[in-house]
């Protein structure tokens, strides 16, 4: 009978190997697929950003020149080329055209919106502005029983002091 026994290990001992083996083959076909997703995304990132700089460098070039001698108007027209490699468009929007809505006084705001097409009525009418939620108050803890009161000690972040129970 042991010799059947000793088959019944070498057995199990042969199929554990091969279980292992086959986790290691797993692990390192998965490892090997990561590297060359990682490697695929580090190319396609730099193509991106070279494409993006090539894109800011025309922008320059446009804007540098007059719009008559083929100069980039601000008006939001889009500018764009191919590349093999990708696709690049361009817009460009003067912001000194834009109304900042928190430092625009009444005047202005009633203008743009009657420019937007609001009612008279309602453009005309003062903005009421919401008052600011407050951030509800913390409860008093007590200490626990048989606990001292609280006493102030430095954090160990250091720098500032935090309120601890005696610990």
Known sequence: MTGGRQRGIALVAVLWALV??????ATVSRESRTQ???ARNFVDGAQ????????????????????????WRVDGTVYGWRRPDGEVRIRIEDEGG???LNRAGAALLRDLFLAAGAEPA????TPTIPAAPTAPRMPITKP????????????RRGGSWIKSWGC
């Open 20 to 25: 292992l083996l086959a986790v290691i083959a």
């Open 36 to 38: 060359s997703r990682l």
């Open 48 to 71: 991106a950003e070279a494409l993006a700089d090539g894109g800011v460098h025309r922008a320059i070039d446009g804007l540098s020149r007059p719009v008559a001698a083929g100069g």
């Open 98 to 100: 834009k109304v900042d």
């Open 122 to 125: 309602r453009a005309i009418a």
């Open 144 to 155: 626990p029983a048989g606990r001292p009161g609280p006493r102030m000690r430095p954090s």
